[in-house]
């Protein structure tokens, strides 16, 4: 695992990590001035800059996952041939994304105390925090579950000839911009409308549903892996 | 000789179309095979299931009696035709990941052959040429002492210099008690090398001969015979 991941964090050192990770600051410092310069209204800021700093956390993410394109496609890529447990693998993904989340955190934490004397404003308390990771992990298990469930039936759905045009619009198909659309799609449409759904109509608690999120991720990162390791198919 | 690898009606399908229909064949511990065809023949369907990535099949293959996945990539050094490293890695990153990856890496072989195709440890492997990077390939390759080895048009790209250079070393460090698998359609590039054939035609084996009984029998090379199998197979 410790190999794993060191093999993850030194994609860090591309140059489109580093831009991304730069840029993440700047955004931060850019939201502060805007406020200072241009008088534009702190909360506009923080929404508006918690929302680009996640894009910036899916980028990197995405990044991450994209050698698990080729087991979906027709390129063979180390991860894929090495004698390690999948499972190990998505974990280090996973992990290999706390730098980046740190990096949010603290541009976050940056504004918050810029802002502090702001009235009306509302932070991301603990439970919040917890609640976007965790649903961030759901969003990537369920993203390379779909991608390994749609591989493995790939050969065995044979459609009718008038059926075939099916196969272009194939949600299995996966090149790089289909993994940034697919965890765009997950985090910026799916998942604050599904919190939403829970939180206000079904008026369930917040631990609960951060537990439900946990308990999900886990059993979709681990069909993602089984899925990965014994049906993989390319 | 004891078996590495036995396959037993082996068929691969993809959609409606059949990669590998029916293969039965043996390899044997020792001994370096030519799997060889023309494009399309099943060759890198064949090996991508000996290698455990296409893990969806009809019928058995064994290595050392155990089904590929996760306990056979450990034995098997799998050399695919397409891209392999990351576009982030040196070259002194990609030995270091098959070092740290595999138990059976040989450090000082891989330095030895870095040196010998001429590849410096800080180049990135982005900006290596296509010859360049199947040196790389096979250098790391080759350093493992992988029960059996799986190489999939290893020599493509590479100048014929640094082919003999690599066909000497690949010679001159073979273990007996490894099994190699070269699929290639240059026979050419691989003549010298090979104990035994196996000529693969619509994903099935239709010929396999020793080397020697070749050019003993016919007197002729493997490449002749290659394609007189193929010519023939051809008109019917």
Redesign the interface.
């Known amino acids: 695992m410790k ?1 794993l991941l ?2 993850q964090l ?2 860090y ?2 140059l489109e990590m580093k831009v991304i990770l730069g840029i993440m600051p700047m955004l931060t410092l850019l939201g502060w001035l805007s406020h200072h310069l241009f008088g534009v209204s702190a909360g506009t800021i923080l929404q508006l800059s918690s929302l680009l700093l996640f894009y910036g956390v899916l980028s990197i993410s995405a990044s991450h996952y994209r ?1 698990y394109i ?1 087991a979906f496609s ?5 991860p ?6 999948q499972l190990w693998s998505l974990l280090s993904i996973l992990l290999a994304s706390l730098p980046v989340w740190a990096t949010y955190a603290a541009c976050y934490l940056a504004l918050t105390i810029a802002f502090r004397h702001q009235p009306g404003l509302q932070f991301f308390d603990g439970w919040q925090w917890l609640m976007l990771t965790g649903l961030y992990i759901l969003a990537q298990s369920t993203f390379v579950c779909q991608l390994a469930a749609g591989s ?1 039936l ?3 759905l ?1 459609l009718p000839k008038k059926l075939r045009f099916l196969r272009k619009l194939a949600w299995w198909r996966a090149d790089d911009s289909s993994v940034m659309f697919s965890i765009f799609w997950v985090m910026i449409v799916i998942v604050p409308l599904h919190s939403m759904v829970f939180t206000e109509y079904i008026a369930i608690s917040l631990s609960l549903l951060a537990l439900i999120v946990y308990a999900s991720s886990a059993v979709l990162l681990y069909s993602a892996a089984c899925l990965l ?6 | 000789m004891g078996e590495i690898l036995s396959v037993s009606n082996l068929i691969k399908r993809y959609g409606e179309k059949t990669a590998l229909n029916g293969v039965n064949c043996r390899f044997e511990q020792g001994k370096i095979y030519g799997l060889l065809g023309p494009n399309a023949a099943g060759k890198t369907t064949f090996l991508k299931v000996c290698a455990a990535l296409i893990m969806i099949y009809q019928g058995q293959v064994l290595i050392d009696g155990v089904r590929p996945g996760l306990a056979t990539k450990a034995k098997v050094a799998y050399l695919p035709d397409g891209d392999y490293f990351f576009d982030w890695m040196r070259v002194a990153d990609a030995v270091n990941y098959f070092s740290d990856f595999f138990a059976d890496f040989d450090r000082a072989k891989a330095e030895h052959l870095l040196h010998e195709l001429e590849l410096e440890k800080s180049s990135p492997v982005r900006s290596l040429s296509k010859g360049m990077k199947a040196r790389l390939k096979l250098a790391v390759v080759l350093s493992r002492r992988a029960r059996l080895f799986l190489l999939d048009e290893a020599f493509d790209g590479v100048d014929p210099v640094t082919r003999e250079k690599i066909i000497d070393i690949m010679l001159n460090t073979f273990d007996q008690e490894s099994t190699m698998i070269l699929a290639t359609h240059h026979i050419d590039y691989v003549e010298g090398l090979l104990d035994e054939v196996k000529l693969l035609h619509r994903g099935e084996v239709i010929r396999e001969i020793a080397a020697d009984e070749i050019r003993q029998n016919s007197g002729q090379s493997i490449g002749e015979y290659y394609l007189e199998v193929f010519r023939n197979e051809k008109a019917t």
């Open positions: 190999k060191k093999y030194i994609q050192r591309s050698h080729p027709t390129w063979e890529r180390l894929l041939l090495i004698p390690l447990p493995a790939k050969d065995r044979i390791e014994k049906y993989s198919n390319y």
